[in-house]
């Protein structure tokens, strides 16, 4: 099957009047349809401006991006792209922060409203749609902000270390969570996050950057023979530890 | 809430009685400046002919409230402040989105904008009679161009520092500039543009009456140099 996402020599670099900084060198991977796939890393090596530009927000200097098997710029593939921080508006309701996009994009009408009210029941902040986001709370922020990018039908879901401005006993929860949203909805996603044992609870698999400028070190496939595959319970299974230490011998050989 | 504890009973009644300290103290002090003033003033330790009185002030006011003058001179001010105030508002508004947009033009146009906002107004509004004739017009201008510059730089200000992470979300959307600009930037600067409207509404009335007093024929800028004119405390 063709890859829903292909990279192939990813080249980019920062510069600033002191000078020029490589951020990524001969970066090449592919994702095919369906697949959890997590990008691990040492901080500020680059993980987040991969995102920037698989979404298009940025250019490569080098490289190639093909989408369903087309150049990026060509392809009209729908890439949801979910941030550190929710960015729910305050001065918009829940509902009207989740309509944000489709308004954005000209796609307001019965059928997406109704597909965004299907949502918010399907994750339980029905009760919430009127309410301002203050009145959420952080779990169910990041699930409002979860449904903002999922109304617009998005191929491909970008994950932006969406879990890291939680606290831990929440992150575990909303981690599982969306994990088991995303994966329900067989959606194909990219996490990226510095946080390795999210990574194996959630991924298919692990790819894992150098320091900066970052390339790939190496990519870990996550298989795990359990019944009920979700996220919590693969922190329980005996493989979770195996793949954690494998990960992070890796990261620190590294240094 | 149908049972009050007594903590939250004594809570409520310390409360209650704050507040009644603070209207009563400001009242005390209104009266008693204003009684100091009127008995200093009858008792000769202050010369009512340069400090007048509250009843002077009071009875001149009664007599113009009786001759109706006094509402035309209000009206006037109150148009012409009220006209600058909406046009600055209007206008530095939308300066401040055109500099927003494009970070060229604001780099260029910085120290100008400093400069113009450092002038001082008042030693503009007789060139301003020159150029616009002693008409309502020149006093409007006076008015707007004590507020427009500050108000242009505080607005371009809050624009810029509304988080650059909301703007990326509106991007990830699919969003362009005018979207940003739309549904993050002024509705997240309406806090801003409401604090300048307070300021700008102060020095739309100093700059109209600045342009009163030198360029009218009604106004309270016009009672005030009037009456400066012909030695009188009371008009």
Known sequence: MEPILELKNINYAYHTLEGETKALTDISFSIAAGEFVALVGPSGCGKSTLLSIISGLLEPEEGLIKMNGKDWKESTMNIGYMLQHDHLFEWRTVYSNILLGLEIQHMLSAKTRAKANELLELYGLKQFANSKPSELSGGMRQRAALIRTLVLEPDLLLLDEPFSALDYQTRLSVGDDIGQIIRNAHKTALLVTHDLSEAVSLADRVIILTNRPAHISKIVPVTFTLEKDTPLLRRNAPEFKNYFNIIWGELNQNE | ?235
């Open chain 2, 1 to 235: 809430m149908s049972e009050i504890s007594v903590g939250q009973q004594s809570y409520l009644n310390m409360r209650k009685k704050h507040k009644r300290i603070v209207r009563v103290s400001r009242v005390a002090i209104l009266l008693s400046f204003l009684f100091l003033w009127e008995f200093t003033a009858n008792v000769g330790i202050i010369d009512s002919f340069i400090f007048s009185s509250p009843s002077k002030i009071a009875l001149c006011f009664w007599g113009m409230v009786l001759d109706k003058s006094i509402f035309v001179h209000l009206w006037v001010t109150l148009y012409e402040t009220i006209a600058s105030f909406l046009l600055v508002t209007v206008i530095s508004v939308l300066i401040a989105v055109i500099l927003w947009c494009s970070k060229k033009l604001s780099e260029i146009l910085d120290p100008y904008l400093v400069v113009l906002n450092s002038l001082p107004k008042s030693a503009l509004a007789p060139l301003l009679i020159v150029w616009l004739g002693a008409t309502k017009t020149t006093i409007i201008v006076a008015g707007m161009s004590v507020a427009i510059f500050g108000s242009i730089l505080n607005l371009y200000t809050s624009f810029t520092t509304v988080d650059e992470e909301k703007i990326k979300l509106i991007y990830t959307l699919r969003g362009n500039k005018w979207h940003a600009l739309s549904k993050v930037v002024l509705p997240s600067s309406i806090p801003a543009i409401i604090s300048n409207m307070k300021v700008n509404i102060g020095l739309c009335l100093v700059g109209v009456i600045i342009g009163e007093f030198l360029a009218a024929r009604d106004g309270l800028g016009y009672l005030i140099i009037y009456s400066s004119q012909v030695f009188s405390c009371v008009v």
